[in-house]
C-alpha cells in the first residue's frame, strides 16, 4: 500500500511497510514439541514480495543460522490483480487492496506453502510477522480489473466472501465510511482516519461487525502460526477501534504469548506516533530520516547522543535506514548508495535504540509502481541472490553478521564512546561487545579501549562466524589488554562480540577469573556437619538441545567449570521453568550464575554473580 504524505501527494509514494519486531531474544524450545519457544533476537528483516518458498529455504540457510529474530512478508490475503498500472506490470502495491481474507492464493504461492513457511521458519527460530492491510479493501482504480488472485469477483464497495468458510462474512456498502471520499485536509485527525487514502474503500472501523472480522481474519493467519502483525496504514484506523481489534486476538502457537503487533504511523502533528504506542511498537520515520540522512552527508558522530526520535523510547520504536516506501523517494539511502547504505543498516544493528527492520528487495528503475521479478502472469518467481534481479540486502557482508552482534550485547548501554571528526564513531556495549563505524572516504586507523576480554574475534561488520566450527568470513582483530588496534577503510565498520571469538572461548565476563573462598574452614579437619539440601527453581527459554546448569564458585558447583555444574531438569508441564537440588555443607555461602550448554556451544547469562547460602531455597530468571 503507499503511504500519503501531504508534500508528496503528487507522487502518492507508496503506503506500507517498516516493520515489526518481537519480543525476542536466544531462541527457545524445551523439549515437548509443545513447548513455547523464542525468537533468535529482536533483528527482523523484510523479505519484501518474496516467494513463500524462498522465504522458508532461507530461513534454512541463512537466517537462522546467522541469529535474525523475525521475517516481515507481504500481505497473504487474496489481493487485486493488476496487469498493468502507473507504468509497471503487477505493480507492487496491488498487495495491498485486499479482495478477501482467504490466504488460498496470491502471486507469492498458495496456502500450503504459506503453512510450510511458517513451520520451516519456527523451527529455525524466526518469526513470521504479516503485513496486515485492515484499513480499507481496494480503490477506484481497480474495480473492474477482474477477480482477485483467488478467483473472488468484487467491486469497490462490495466483497461477498471473506473467508470462503460458510460463515457468510461479507462487506457491502454499508461497512465502509462514512466518509466515501479521498482525504483532502491532512491537518483534520477526523479526516485522516474517517475519509479514503487513495480512493481506497475505507472500512468504518467504528462497526463492531467490522472490527469482528478483521480481528477473525488476524486470528485465521495466527492459527497457521503467524507470531505477528506490522499494521499497514494504522494512523487512518482510530486509535481505540485498533485497541479493540488487538483485544480480540489469540495467543501465539508455539512462540506463546499475544502476537507481536507494530504499527505503521507517519507520525506529525496531526496524528503523532505516540498515540498508538499503547497497542504496540511504532514505525519511527523521524529516525529513518535523521540516520539515513547523517549516513549519507557524513554526520554519524551526533549519534553519540541518540534522542527519542518523534517521543518514542527505544522499546516504543520500529527503527530502520529505509522501507519499500521511503526507498522509492528522494532524497534518501538505498542499496543504490553501495557500502554506505549497509554501513547505516550495520550502525542501526549495533545501536540499542529501537527495534531493528533491515530491508530486503528486488532491483527496481525509474518506475516506483515496479513489481517484483515474475512471470508473464505476474506469479513472483523465486528469489535468486546471486542474480540481478534480487538484491538481497541482508546477505551482504557489512550486515550478515549483525544479528549475531545484537543478540550478543542484548541488555547493554553504550559506552567507552570514540569519535574522529564528524564521519566516524565507535562504541562498546557493556563488556559483551565494540563497534565502530568509518562514514568517510579515508581509512580509520587507531586504537579502541573495550572492555571485552583478551583474544581473538571474528569482525562481523565484514561477514559472519560459524559458533559450531569457528569459521569466520569477516576477518579476525586481536583483542589484548583491553584495546585493539586496527584500520577500518573508508565506509566500512568493525563489530566484535564475546559470542564471535575464534581462539575457542566463549567466557563469562562477569565470573571471577579465580574462585571466591567459601565460608567453610581452610584448615584442620574438616568438620561433620548436616547437609545443606539446595534447591534452585530457574525460569529460563532454550534452544532445541540445550540443557540449563548452575555452575559456581565451590566444587559442588564447578569452581566455574560449567562441565562440573549442577545440570537442571524440566517437563513438558513445568517448561520453562527448570529445577535442580544439590547437597552441600550447612552456612556454606558461594556465588553462582546460569548457563545454557547444547548445540556445540556454551552461554553464560548476562549480569553480576548470584550470592547463595547452602540450605536455603533459590530462584532465578535468566537474563
Same mark, same amino acid.
Given at each position: ?83 498493468? /498500472?502507473?507504468? !509497471?506490470?503487477?505493480? +507492487? ?11 488460498? #492464493? ?30 480499507? @479493501? ?10 482477485? &488472485?483467488?478467483?473472488? *469477483? ?29 482525504? &483532502? ?29 478483521? !480481528?477473525?481474519?488476524?486470528?485465521? *493467519? ?17 486509535? /481505540? ?29 496531526? *496524528?503523532?506516533?505516540?498515540?498508538? !504506542?499503547?497497542?504496540?511498537? *511504532?514505525? =519511527? ?16 558522530? #551526533?549519534?553519540?547522543? @541518540? ?41 542501526? @544493528? ?26 508473464? =502472469? ?66 580509520? =586507523? ?122 537442571? &531438569? ?21 556465588? +553462582? ?31
Amino acid at each position: 500500500m503507499r503511504t500519503i504524505r501531504p508534500k508528496a501527494a503528487a507522487a502518492a509514494a507508496a503506503l506500507a511497510a517498516t516493520l515489526l519486531a518481537a519480543t525476542l531474544s536466544t531462541v527457545a524450545a524445551a523439549p515437548p514439541a509443545t513447548a513455547a519457544v523464542q525468537a533468535n533476537g529482536d533483528s527482523i528483516v523484510h523479505l519484501f514480495q518474496w516467494r513463500w518458498s524462498s522465504v522458508a529455504q532461507e530461513c534454512e540457510t541463512n537466517l537462522g543460522p546467522n541469529g535474525w529474530g523475525g521475517v516481515q512478508v507481504s500481505p497473504p490475503q487474496e489481493h487485486v490483480v493488476l496487469p498493468s /498500472s502507473e507504468g !509497471a506490470t503487477y505493480p +507492487w502495491w496491488q498487495d495491498y487492496q485486499p479482495v478477501s481474507y482467504r490466504v488460498e #492464493q496470491t502471486r507469492r504461492g498458495t496456502r500450503a506453502e504459506f503453512v510450510d513457511m511458517v513451520q520451516r521458519c519456527r523451527a529455525q527460530g524466526v518469526k513470521i510477522y504479516v503485513d496486515m492491510v485492515l484499513n480499507h @479493501m481496494t480503490g477506484t482504480g481497480s474495480a473492474g480489473s477482474g477477480p482477485g &488472485s483467488a478467483g473472488t *469477483v468484487y467491486s469497490k464497495y462490495d466483497y461477498p466472501n471473506l473467508f470462503n468458510d460458510g460463515s457468510g462474512d461479507r462487506y457491502g456498502y454499508a461497512d465502509f465510511g462514512p466518509c466515501y471520499r479521498t482525504i &483532502s485536509n491532512w491537518g483534520n485527525k477526523a479526516e485522516v482516519q474517517d475519509c479514503e487514502l487513495l480512493a481506497l474503500a475505507d472500512l468504518n472501523t467504528a462497526d463492531p461487525e467490522v472490527r469482528r472480522k478483521i !480481528a477473525k481474519y488476524m486470528n485465521s *493467519v495466527i492459527d497457521l502460526g503467524v507470531a505477528g502483525f506490522r499494521v499497514d496504514a494504522a494512523k487512518h484506523v482510530q486509535e /481505540s477501534h485498533l485497541g479493540d481489534i488487538i483485544s480480540r486476538l489469540k495467543d501465539v502457537p508455539v512462540f506463546g504469548g499475544k502476537p507481536d503487533l507494530f504499527h505503521e504511523v507517519y507520525g506529525d502533528g496531526t *496524528v503523532p506516533y505516540t498515540a498508538y !504506542a499503547p497497542y504496540g511498537a *511504532v514505525t =519511527n520515520f523521524d529516525y529513518q530520516r535523521s540516520v539515513a540522512s547523517a549516513f549519507r552527508d557524513g554526520n554519524i558522530a #551526533q549519534f553519540a547522543n @541518540m534522542p527519542n526520535y518523534g517521543g518514542l523510547t527505544s522499546s516504543q520504536a520500529i527503527v530502520f535506514v529505509d522501507n519499500h516506501d521511503t526507498q522509492r523517494e528522494t532524497p534518501t539511502l538505498t542499496y543504490k548508495n553501495g557500502a554506505r547504505y549497509y554501513l547505516a543498516d550495520a550502525f542501526m @544493528m549495533a545501536h540499542p535504540y529501537g527495534r531493528p527492520q533491515l530491508m530486503s528487495s528486488y532491483a527496481f528503475g525509474s518506475v516506483k509502481a515496479q513489481g517484483p521479478p515474475s512471470s508473464s =502472469n505476474g506469479t513472483t518467481n523465486a528469489t535468486n541472490c546471486n542474480g540481478s534481479d534480487w538484491i538481497c540486502e541482508h546477505r551482504n557482508e557489512q550486515v550478515a553478521g549483525m544479528p549475531s552482534f545484537r543478540n550478543a550485547v542484548a541488555g547493554t548501554a553504550i559506552g567507552n564512546v570514540v569519535t574522529d571528526g564528524n564521519g566516524r564513531l565507535g562504541f562498546a556495549r557493556g563488556n559483551r561487545g565494540y563497534a565502530a563505524f568509518n562514514a568517510t572516504g579515508s581509512a580509520w =586507523n587507531r586504537s579502541f579501549t573495550t572492555n571485552l576480554p583478551d583474544g581473538t574475534y571474528c569482525n562481523v561488520a565484514r561477514g559472519t562466524f560459524n559458533r559450531g566450527t569457528k569459521a569466520c568470513t569477516g576477518g579476525v582483530i586481536t583483542v589484548n589488554a583491553g584495546s585493539f588496534t586496527t584500520s577500518i577503510p573508508a565506509d566500512r565498520g568493525v563489530a566484535l562480540h564475546v559470542d564471535a571469538r575464534t581462539d575457542g572461548t566463549t567466557p563469562n565476563p562477569t565470573a571471577p577469573p579465580t574462585p571466591t573462598p567459601t565460608a567453610t574452614p581452610t584448615t584442620g579437619p574438616t568438620p561433620t556437619v548436616p547437609a545443606g539440601a539446595t534447591r534452585f527453581t530457574v525460569t529460563a527459554q532454550t534452544n532445541w538441545g540445550q540443557e540449563v546448569y548452575v555452575v559456581g564458585s565451590i566444587p559442588q558447583l564447578g569452581n566455574w567449570n560449567p562441565a562440573g555444574g549442577v545440570k537442571l &531438569s524440566t517437563t513438558s508441564g513445568s517448561y520453562p521453568t527448570w529445577t535442580g537440588s544439590v547437597d552441600l555443607p550447612a552456612g556454606t555461602s558461594f556465588e +553462582w550464575k546460569l548457563v545454557k550448554i547444547g548445540n556445540g556451544a556454551t552461554q553464560w547469562e548476562n549480569g553480576a554473580n548470584r550470592t547463595g547460602t547452602a540450605g536455603s531455597p533459590l530462584t532465578a530468571t535468566w537474563r
